[in-house]
């Protein structure tokens, strides 16, 4: 999908403020653009919509409001681009926190809308690479922990080696057309219910 086919929901307040987004994107080549005004509707609107790509213009805040959309923006998984005039360090790091892929201080101009949602979509697909990389890496440590502790109770029950025991688990799963990890799952489990 090219980024011009992309889905852009521009969550704004204030019609002048949003009309500039929209004209940058639009200008950008841009066609699927859909924009509210009432932010009260958001949660709604995402639902109902789908959009690819949010692009939020606070302007001047309140902190309340912007903890409200650092809620949703680790509720959607989507690239979200924040606009606003005024910002602290706190709300930055909030910002990041929260999985805001852009988040601009007073840098809200129709030629920079294109270039920042560019950036926002490739830190947003940069950072699910690397949460996809992580939860995978915690996936094979936590089966490696499980096939060690399935070879520990067939060392200890059987009197094998570790590798006679791998070797068993292995030839078991290919057996039965089995991943080794739900073997070693079953023989943990099965040896926690027997005491």
Known sequence: MSSSDLS?????????????????????GHGRVAVIHDVNEVARTIQATMPDVIVIDLENPK????????????AVQ?????F??????????????????????DGLK?????????????RFNAFSRLRRELDEARTQLEDRKLID????????????????????????????NRKIVEIAQSLVTAANLLG
């Open 149 to 176: 502790q399935a070879k520990g109770i067939l060392m200890k029950t059987r009197g094998m080696s570790e590798s006679e025991a791998y070797g068993l688990l292995r030839s078991t799963a290919m057996n039965q």
């Open 8 to 28: 852009v929901l521009i969550i704004d307040e204030n019609r002048l403020r949003a009309s500039i987004i929209e004209e940058g994107l639009r200008e950008a």
């Open 63 to 74: 902190r309340d409001t912007l903890e409200h959309f650092f809620s949703l923006s680790r």
């Open 84 to 105: 606003v005039d005024r910002s602290d360090g706190s709300m930055i790091e909030q910002a990041v926190e929260a999985g805001v892929s852009a988040y601009v201080v």
């Open 110 to 122: 129709k030629e920079r809308v294109k270039p920042i949602l560019d950036m926002a979509i490739s």
């Open 78 to 82: 989507r690239p979200i681009a924040m």
